[in-house]
Antibody
Framework: EVQLVQSGAEVKEPGESLKISCKGSGFSFSSYWIGWVRQMPGKGLEWVGIINPIDSDTRYNPSFRGQVTFSVDKSISTAYLQWSNLKASDTAMYYC????????????WGQGTLVTVSP | DIQMTQSPSSLSASVGERVTITCRASQSISSYLNWYQQKPGNAPKLLIYGASSLQSGVPSRFSGSGSGADFTLTISSLQPEDFATYYCQQSYRPPRTFGQGTKVEIK
């Protein structure tokens, strides 16, 4: 069974750093891109970007470039989304999702990680 | 960036009704259009990919059509479990933008 399991909810203060994770199982992790999607409270879905576990090639949404960093540890089938300087506006649910090759959709999604940034 | 515009933003419908949601891209995206369903408190779920291909396990009452810049998601007979928010997404070019969503509510 294909699964993406994300790390638990986080509460942080502005200016802090954070790294959340997404662990894949039931499929060949290196054969799929892993993407990240943001959903702010009560709002729609925003494509943050994707990373290729084979070579860590990344595609960032320009709106998020420089604000977040993707990484991956293919030895443990885990992708990461990282902030170095959290802002209150980063408060949102973050989903990871699996994507096949070019032009493919996100076919499996993690359960989401709620990030709350508050003083 | 390619802008994706869904209409309507919300609709009310009864069980058994036929429901149609449209999605328009700001430029041609060929058939690289996906549809997702999201229920409150849950992650999105892929329904349709490549504009018209039904994801495995998705009921056949869901169908998609269109190409170029105009696309449609149709639910042939709305069921109680279909009340949710639906999003289109283009997978033609990064950033792979989503539509703003269409909330389907019970009439």
């Amino acid at each position: 069974e294909v699964q993406l399991v994300q790390s638990g909810a986080e509460v942080k203060e502005p200016g802090e750093s954070l790294k959340i994770s997404c662990k894949g199982s039931g499929f060949s992790f290196s054969s799929y891109w892993i993407g990240w999607v943001r959903q702010m409270p009560g709002k729609g879905l925003e494509w943050v970007g994707i990373i290729n576990p084979i070579d860590s090639d990344t595609r960032y949404n320009p709106s998020f470039r420089g604000q977040v960093t993707f990484s991956v540890d293919k030895s443990i089938s885990t992708a990461y989304l990282q902030w170095s300087n959290l802002k209150a506006s980063d408060t949102a649910m973050y989903y990871c999702a699996r994507q096949g090759g070019s032009y493919q959709p996100f076919d499996y999604w993690g359960q989401g990680t709620l990030v709350t940034v508050s003083p | 960036d390619i802008q994706m515009t869904q209409s309507p933003s919300s609709l009310s419908a009864s069980v058994g009704e036929r429901v149609t949601i449209t999605c328009r891209a700001s430029q041609s995206i060929s058939s690289y259009l996906n549809w997702y369903q999201q229920k409150p408190g849950n992650a999105p779920k892929l329904l349709i990919y490549g504009a018209s291909s039904l994801q495995s396990g998705v009921p056949s009452r869901f169908s998609g059509s269109g190409s170029g810049a105009d696309f449609t998601l149709t639910i042939s007979s709305l069921q109680p479990e279909d009340f949710a928010t639906y999003y289109c997404q283009q997978s033609y070019r990064p950033p792979r933008t989503f539509g703003q969503g269409t909330k389907v509510e019970i009439k």
